[in-house]
């Protein structure tokens, strides 16, 4: 008798979404290598095309690492109309990496200026043309960026540079380098964010942070008072 073959994913569909069942007792990469066939191969690409949908992945008791994190986002990515919302490990975080430490300071970083930071970083402040900002984690600038921006200068590819104003001379992530296009010029006063996809640079509103990052979102608490 053949043996059956039980799949490392599971969808179900649900009033809020989809829901992805991982198993967790297969390596990682066999899972990703199915989710990708399920996702991505031609003949059941006609399924996913649609409206938009949140999705809510189940790792089970499995926990992964940013680099297997950002594979999986890749391999969603390609179908525009999925929004990873939520990432979840039974009773523990999802993440293996321990969280950073943010240290917020303030000033100006002016031309010629480098401000080197280990971990992530909140800036109060400015960076005007000529001045560099560079941090192994995230960057959040709460002011301007018109110099230079280089987060994950330690090799972290899931990091984020973030500005109230966004005009930065250049941005780099780990080692991906972009200049900012013509069109970034029209975003001057609205807030933006920049990260890694298919090996490049993306910006987009702070608004969709949490589709990117559903880890930073905030969660409501239900609780009582009185």
């Excluded at 929004?83 to 031309?111: A, N, Q």
């Excluded at 942070?209 to 979102?217: G, N, Q």
Aim: proline share 5%; aromatic share 8%; charged share 25%.
């Amino acid at each position: 008798m053949a043996k059956v073959v039980k799949p490392s994913v599971l969808i179900k569909g649900t009033k809020d979404g989809l829901l992805f069942f991982f198993d967790d007792n297969l390596p990682f990469s066999v899972v990703l290598n199915e989710l990708k066939h399920k996702l991505l191969h031609e003949n059941s690409s006609h399924i996913w095309n649609g409206p938009d949908m949140r999705v809510q992945i189940k790792l089970g008791k499995r926990q992964i690492t940013r680099s297997e994190e950002l594979a999986l986002r890749e391999i969603f990515s390609a179908r525009k109309n999925l929004h990873i919302h939520m990432l979840e490990s039974d009773g523990v975080p999802y993440l293996l990496d321990p969280p950073r430490k943010m240290e917020m300071l303030t000033g100006t970083v002016r031309s010629g200026q480098v401000l080197f930071h280990q971990g992530d970083l909140l800036l109060l402040g400015d960076v005007n043309p000529g001045g560099c900002v560079q941090s192994t984690g995230n960057i959040f600038i709460l002011g301007a960026l018109r110099g230079l921006a280089h987060a994950g200068s330690d090799g972290d590819e899931s990091v984020i540079i973030a500005a109230s104003i966004f005009r930065p001379t250049q941005l780099r992530i780990y080692n991906i380098i972009s200049r900012p296009p013509d069109e970034w010029k029209e975003s001057e006063n609205k807030m933006r964010f920049a990260y890694i996809v298919k090996e490049q640079i993306a910006v987009d509103k702070m608004s969709h942070l949490s589709h990117i990052r559903p880890e930073m979102e905030w969660k409501e608490i239900s609780r009582k008072f009185g």
